[in-house]
C-alpha cells in the first residue's frame, strides 16, 4: 500500500475509541478551517506537539519509578515533540493566526495536555494509538493542501528559511516542498505511534498467556497432589 494512504483497521474496543475520537475532532476541525491550509496547520500543530512531550515525560517518570529501561521510546517521543514544534514554527512564517484562533492555541492546549495526560495514564495504547490516527488525518490534510498549492487554488510561494535549514532543502525551494517534508514527518509519527500501540497489545497479550498458562499449572498441580 502507498506509504500516504497506510491506514490502520481498528481491531478491538480501544482502537474503535481512538478511531472516532480522531473522527469527531476531525469533523470540528473541517468546519473550522475549511480550506484556510496555512490557519489549520498552525493553530493544529501546537496541538500536535503536545501527545510527545506529555508520552516522552510521563514515560520518563516511570522509567525513574520503576527503575526500569525505557528501550529507548522516551527519546522517539521527544524527538516528535520537538519536531512538531518545528513543523509550527515553520506555518507561523506562512499563516499569522488570528485573535480568536491564538484564543483557541491556548484554551486547546489546557484542555489537550490535562486529556491526553488523563488517556496516556488510564491506558497508554489507547493514547499512541489516538496519535496514530492524528497522524494518519495529517497526511490526509497535508495532501489536500499540497493539491491546492499544485492546482494553483493557493498560491505557492518560496519556503521559509527556517523550513530550509532544518530539512536541508535546496535554496530555491518552495512551499510545496515543504508540506511534502512535513507530511514526511507526520506519516513517520503515525507509523511510530502505531507500532507503539501494536507492541503494548502483544505485550497484553503475552501477560494474559503467561497468567493462563501458570494458573493452568498451579490447577494440575493441585489434581495430582
Ligand atoms: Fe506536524
Ligand atoms: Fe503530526
Known amino acids: 500500500m502507498n506509504n500516504l494512504e497506510k491506514h490502520y483497521k481498528p481491531k478491538n474496543f480501544s482502537d474503535r475509541v481512538a478511531f472516532c475520537f480522531t473522527k469527531f475532532l476531525r469533523f470540528l476541525a473541517d468546519a473550522f478551517f475549511r480550506k484556510k491550509y496555512g490557519h489549520r496547520a498552525v493553530v493544529l500543530e501546537t496541538v500536535a506537539a503536545v501527545p510527545g512531550m506529555v508520552a516522552g515525560m510521563l514515560l520518563h517518570l516511570k522509567s525513574l519509578r520503576k527503575m526500569e529501561d525505557d528501550k529507548g521510546w522516551i527519546k522517539i517521543l521527544l524527538d516528535e515533540a520537538a519536531n512538531e514544534r518545528m513543523h509550527l514554527m515553520t506555518f507561523i512564517e506562512v499563516a499569522k493566526p488570528t485573535f480568536l484562533e491564538r484564543l483557541i492555541i491556548m484554551i486547546a492546549q489546557f484542555i489537550f495536555i490535562i486529556m491526553y495526560m488523563i488517556i496516556f495514564i488510564i ?3 489507547t493514547a499512541h494509538r489516538i496519535v496514530g490516527y492524528f497522524e494518519e488525518e495529517a497526511v ?15 498560491k505557492d510561494q518560496p519556503a521559509p528559511e527556517i523550513a530550509i535549514n532544518y ?3 535546496p535554496l530555491h525551494s518552495t512551499l510545496k516542498d515543504v508540506v511534502k517534508v512535513i507530511r514526511d514527518d507526520e506519516a513517520g509519527h503515525r507509523d511510530v ?7 503494548l497489545d502483544g505485550r497484553k497479550i503475552n501477560e494474559k498467556n503467561r497468567d ?8 494440575k498441580k493441585i489434581i495430582n497432589e
Do not use: D, M, P, V
Request: without cysteine; charged residues 20%; aromatic residues 14%.
Open 167 to 169: 530539512w536541508n532543502l
Open 123 to 125: 491506558s497508554q495504547r
Open 140 to 154: 490526509i490534510s497535508y495532501t489536500e493542501y499540497l493539491k491546492e498549492l499544485e492546482s494553483g487554488q493557493i
Open 193 to 199: 505511534n502505531h507500532s507503539f500501540a501494536t507492541i
Open 212 to 219: 493462563y498458562k501458570s494458573s493452568n499449572q498451579s490447577k
